[in-house]
Each structure stands twice: as structure tokens, then as C-alpha cells.
């Protein structure tokens, strides 16, 4: 009754709090803390690794079974608190010892903003590289010339803080002038940098090898690995258990449908994902190289391939590469700005500061989080290492490996078995103005399927299945 209360009669705390003017505002910008490298990048290279279309057949199949309904869930954790993601956890579990779970998720987003922004950083470097024309040489320059780089102790730091700074510069605005407006802005840019690309690598000689890659199933290739790392994929891929979703969510009106905003942002991340491949196997195809070239292909396998594709017509080749990775720089910003958020949300609200000045301590934090773990990759690297991993290793599995299955996992439980089924219901058809056919397939899902499939990946992870 609490929620038909404030939404009947005014809950002055959410009355002040800022919303996203519009639906297209709501899809945009939490379809862009979604869409990011973990598209772009992850994903091509993980179909790569687990016969492309049989990859992305299951990969879909697990967005359903699993993103959406770990979306809508923080969903209604986030609308309902009306909050940053630790408080809007705090009043759903009313006391009870659940709410950790908010306090995690925003550690987790915090420490993923530190190391996501070096990766943010070098592809802001690459733009800067080929636009001044040095993504260009034989193919052993393009590893020496990434080496170097990310080995160098000023330049990755450089674009880290320059990355941030961009970042800050629209955090600081607010949701509907900075975020929103910006997210309006890019996703835009980034679908349309995504078609041109596209269209240039699947009109590439041998093109079609690549596209039957990406489109035509061996069913062969299917093992429990493939289920696993499709699993894994789609929940690195939207965004879940960061603080992002949750937080974001809280900026949506009583009117948003859950459940129809997921299913639009489960597809626009999965076409864009689909998009990355069509952007990248053709191109891989046209020249043999092969498409399980693992987490390398971004910065030393494609400057090749785009070089080589594209050898008769260099300035073509130069623009590709230009473009590429600018919708790389996008995508990455799309999301630090969620993270970001998460953080700045948590800090405004929780120690009843300015959101500016939050928003300068996480962009300071996070500078020097990502510093260090720039430096943990070179020339001072040996002093960063512990236990055979560097800082920037220890911050990406500890965060990816470990947080991230848990809280999703914890909040999967929480909301399924905890949370009482009327506040739940109440969120999932916006107080019984809509007609919530699927609640209770959501609620099975999230009872039974969600933990155990997460379940399966904390532990396949460390070979314990």
C-alpha cells in the first residue's frame, strides 16, 4: 500500500527528485549505459571464440531468459525507492539485512568506472592516432605500437582523465540537461557510425564468409561452454548488477512500462552487438584472418584487417579505421556516464551534498583508481602486481567475476523471494493500469531460472562445474 500511497499522494521526496522527460529519453539513455565495449568489443570476439551464429542464437535466448528479467527487477528496486541504489534498496527490504545488496552494486559500479575509463581512454588515443595518421604500418606494428602505448606511464593516463572529464561535464548537468540530452545525442551517432561501417565491410571481396559466419548455425560447435560464456555475455552486456539499471530506473516516471522498456533496451543492445559483427567478421573474413583472435582484436587485429581490407583505396581504409574507433569512444562514454552516475546519485544523496560536488569527488576518485591501474600495466607495473595479476586485472576480475554474479544473483533472490509479490506486482503493472500478462512467467524466472543460471556462471567460472 506504501507505493499506491506516494503515488496517489505525492511523496515530497520524489516530487523534487529529477525524471527523463520523455520514453525516448528513458530507452535512450538506459539502452546507452547498456550498449558499450562490452558489445563493440566483448561481444564479436566472443562469438569469435564460439561459432558465431550458434553464439548469437543462445546469446539471444539468454537475454531473454535472463537480462530482461534481471532488468526488470532493478527496475522495480530503482522506481520504487525513488533513490540512488543503496537507499532504493534500503526501503524496498525495509530493514532487513537485503540492503547490502545496494551498497555492493554501487561499490561495483564505482570500481568498474576506475578501470572502464583507461579502456574508455585508449580509444579516445586510437582516435587520436588515426586521425594524425599513425594507425598505419606492416602487421607486427600494430601490437608493438599498443604495447608501447599502454606500457607508457603519461599517455594512457592522459585520455583516462580526459575521458572523465567528458564524463563529469555531463553528470554535472543533471538527468534530463546532461545525461538524457547527451544520450539523445550519441546513440544516434553511434547506430549511424555502426550502419556506415557495416556497409563498407560487407561489400569487401569474401565478405559473405564472414556474414555465414555470423548468420548460418553449426550446431555442431554447441557445448556447454558455448551456453556458459552466451550466459555470461549477456549479463556483462546490459549493464547488470553495476548500480547502473537501478539508478537509472529511479529518474523513470510512474507511467514507464517496465517490462516493454527492458524488451526495447534488450533489443536495441542486441542489434547493436549483432551490428558489431556484421562491422567486423566480414572485414576479418575478406583478409583470413581468423574471427577467434580473443581480446586483442580490437586494438592490434582490426587496425590490420581495416589496412589491408581497404589496400587499394587507403583513404578509404583511413576513415574506417577513424570511425570505428570513434564509435568506440561513444559507446565507451555512453556508458561511464551510467557508472559515473552511480556513484555521483549514491554521494549527492547519501551525504546531502551538491550534486557538482559529488560528481568532482568521483571524478577525482576514479582518476586516481584509474591511474594506478594504468600504471599496473607499465613501465612501474612490477610494484602493482599482486599475486600474479596486475591492479587493472585484480579491479576487472574482482568486479566481473565476483561482484557482479553475486549481487545479481542476491537480487534475483531478493526480489523473488523476499520482496513482498504485491510491491512487485504493483511496479511490474504500474499499479494495475496495465494488464501484466507475464508477471507471473517473470516472477518463475526470477525465482528459479535467473539464480541457477547465474549460479552456473559464478561457479563454470572458477571450474567448479
Known amino acids: 500500500m506504501g507505493a499506491l500511497k506516494r503515488l496517489r499522494a505525492g511523496d515530497n521526496s520524489s516530487e523534487k527528485r529529477a525524471n527523463f522527460s520523455s520514453k525516448m529519453g528513458v530507452v535512450l539513455a538506459t539502452a546507452g549505459s547498456a550498449v ?9 570476439y566472443m562469438a569469435g571464440e564460439n561459432g558465431g551464429a550458434v553464439f548469437i542464437l543462445i546469446y539471444i535466448a539468454c537475454v531473454l531468459l535472463l537480462g530482461i528479467p534481471c532488468m526488470v527487477s532493478e527496475f522495480i528496486i530503482g522506481r520504487y525507492g525513488q533513490a540512488n541504489t543503496a537507499r532504493s534498496f534500503r526501503k524496498i527490504a525495509e530493514g532487513r539485512p537485503w540492503a547490502f545488496i545496494g551498497y555492493m552494486g554501487v561499490l561495483t559500479g564505482f570500481l568498474i568506472t576506475g578501470y572502464y575509463a583507461v579502456v574508455a581512454g ?27 602505448f599502454s606500457g607508457d606511464p603519461v599517455k594512457p593516463i592522459f585520455w583516462t582523465v580526459i575521458i572523465l572529464g567528458i564524463t563529469y561535464l555531463i553528470i554535472e548537468h543533471g538527468v534530463r540537461d546532461g545525461i538524457e540530452r547527451v544520450s ?3 546513440m544516434p551517432a553511434l547506430f549511424l557510425l555502426l550502419f556506415v561501417i557495416v556497409a563498407a565491410s560487407c561489400l569487401l571481396p569474401g565478405a559473405d564468409k564472414g556474414i555465414e559466419f555470423l548468420f548460418y548455425p553449426d550446431f555442431s560447435a554447441i557445448n556447454s561452454d558455448v551456453f556458459l560464456a552466451a550466459l555470461g555475455q549477456s549479463f ?41 559483427g556484421l562491422m567486423i567478421f ?18 592490434i587485429t582490426l587496425p590490420n584487417v ?22 568506440l569512444s561513444l559507446a565507451a562514454l555512453t556508458s561511464l556516464m551510467s557508472l559515473h ?44 602486481v599482486f599475486f600474479g595479476r596486475s591492479l587493472f586485472d585484480w579491479f576487472d576480475f574482482i568486479t566481473g ?13 531478493f526480489i523473488g523471494w523476499f520482496v513482498p509479490h504485491k510491491i512487485v506486482r504493483d511496479e511490474f503493472t504500474n499499479w494495475g493500469t496495465l494488464r501484466g500478462h507475464y508477471f507471473h512467467a517473470f516472477l518463475f524466472l526470477v525465482k528459479y531460472v535467473c539464480p541457477v543460471c547465474i549460479l552456473f556462471i559464478f561457479l563454470h567460472q572458477f571450474e567448479l562445474i
Open 36 to 44: 558499450g565495449l562490452g558489445n563493440v568489443w566483448r561481444f564479436p
Open 122 to 148: 585508449w580509444c579516445l588515443q586510437y582516435v587520436w592516432a588515426s586521425l594524425i595518421g599513425q594507425m598505419q604500418g606492416p602487421p607486427d606494428y600494430y601490437q608493438q605500437y599498443f604495447a608501447e
Open 401 to 413: 567475476q565476483i561482484f557482479l554474479p553475486i549481487v545479481g544473483f542476491l537480487t534475483c533472490i
Open 236 to 276: 556483462y552486456s546490459l549493464s547488470i548488477a553495476m548500480g547502473c539499471i537501478c539508478t537509472y530506473a529511479s529518474y523513470f516516471s510512474r507511467q514507464t512500462d517496465l517490462t516493454k522498456s527492458a524488451v526495447q533496451i534488450g533489443v536495441i543492445d542486441s542489434c547493436v552487438a549483432i551490428l558489431a
Open 184 to 186: 539523445k545525442l550519441l
Open 306 to 327: 581495416f589496412q589491408q581490407a581497404f589496400a587499394q583505396l587507403p583513404i578509404v581504409g583511413y576513415i574506417i579505421a577513424l570511425l570505428f574507433f570513434l564509435l
Open 282 to 299: 566480414p572485414a576479418a573474413f575478406s583478409v583470413g584472418v581468423n574471427p577467434d583472435s580473443g581480446p586483442s582484436l580490437i586494438f
Open 341 to 384: 552516475e552511480v556513484s555521483t546519485a549514491f554521494l549527492h544523496e547519501e551525504l546531502s551534498i551538491t550534486r557538482k560536488r559529488a560528481a568532482i569527488l568521483v571524478t577525482v576518485s576514479t582518476c586516481i583508481v584509474g591511474v594506478f591501474c594504468s600504471l599496473s600495466l607499465g613501465a612501474v607495473g612490477h610494484s602493482l
